[in-house]
């Protein structure tokens, strides 16, 4: 949901980030949460792709909550995450309390943190909290893009991102910090993984749709960035065989100290 969202339809570029997202998550808080995740809910959960990862990764049969704003994202994840009850529901976060956790006993999202405000994790942190339930909130964007080979517009363009990001109130890069602090103030251990998009040759259409995106909104931050022009250049690297972008993120595992 953070960076490209409007790279295509919704549905069609979550499916196309999937495999990248997959690849990228950090694995190291499964061993914290097996104990944890009995009833899950996944907050912006889009088609179920963190379901279906962690359904593959921890041993056992749970019961699933999905929530998002999209309806029409939540029947494809009903139908795809595996589990011994699995409801989908409609719910901004916007508007997120504790009582739309009851019964849960772990919180996850994905790509989901740098969409929001600060209002908006306050709640989250909070709803989280009153639970006492751990949380693993995954791939949030932290301002940094590196390419090989490299342009001299590179940073101009990452900046103006960047700022789009935080249009509107929304937190971006600076979320995974914000979320860190609002936990720790809440009586929570936060620990952080990075959790890179590493795309090369084989991830050529993620990445001409993750580019366009990406340089779309920094133009519309800053017009007097050569968009096109840059674009371009991009695009054409990407039609040969050498070249690479790390896009960085971080996965935030939060647990409450009590339960420690």
């Avoid at 919704?10 to 061993?31: K, S």
């Avoid at 409609?90 to 504790?98: C, F, I, T, V, Y």
């Avoid at 022009?229 to 935030?252: F, I, K, M, P």
């Amino acid at each position: 949901m953070n960076t490209t969202e409007a790279a295509s339809s919704m549905p069609e570029w979550l499916a196309l980030r999937e495999e990248a997202d997959a690849r990228a998550r950090a694995t190291e808080p499964l061993t914290e949460l097996r104990d944890h995740a009995r009833v899950v809910a996944d907050l912006g959960c889009g088609t179920g792709s963190l379901g279906r990862w962690l359904t593959s990764r921890l041993p056992g049969e749970r019961s699933w909550l999905l929530l998002d704003r999209d309806p029409e994202l939540l029947e494809p994840a009903r139908a795809s995450v595996p589990g011994a009850e699995v409801i989908a529901r409609r719910l901004d976060l916007e508007s997120l309390r504790a009582t739309d956790l009851e019964g849960v006993t772990l919180v996850t999202a994905s790509a989901l943190l740098d969409v929001l405000t600060r209002a908006e994790v306050r709640a989250l942190t909070g709803a989280v909290a009153t639970r006492g339930c751990p949380a693993l909130l995954c791939l949030s964007v932290v301002g940094r893009v590196e390419f090989l080979p490299a342009d001299p517009l590179d940073g101009a363009f990452g900046a103006a991102f960047d700022d789009h990001q935080r249009r509107r109130g929304r937190l971006g890069p600076d979320a995974p910090g914000f979320a860190t602090a609002a936990f720790t103030r809440l009586g929570y251990e936060v620990r952080s993984y990075p959790s890179p998009w590493r795309l090369g040759p084989g991830d050529a259409e993620l990445t001409r749709a993750w580019l366009r995106g990406w340089v779309r909104a920094a133009v519309e931050q800053d017009g007097s960035l050569p968009g096109e022009e840059y674009l371009q250049h991009r695009l054409s690297v990407c039609a040969g065989g050498n070249w690479r972008v790390v896009v960085h993120h971080t996965d935030l595992l939060a647990l409450p100290r009590a339960a420690r």
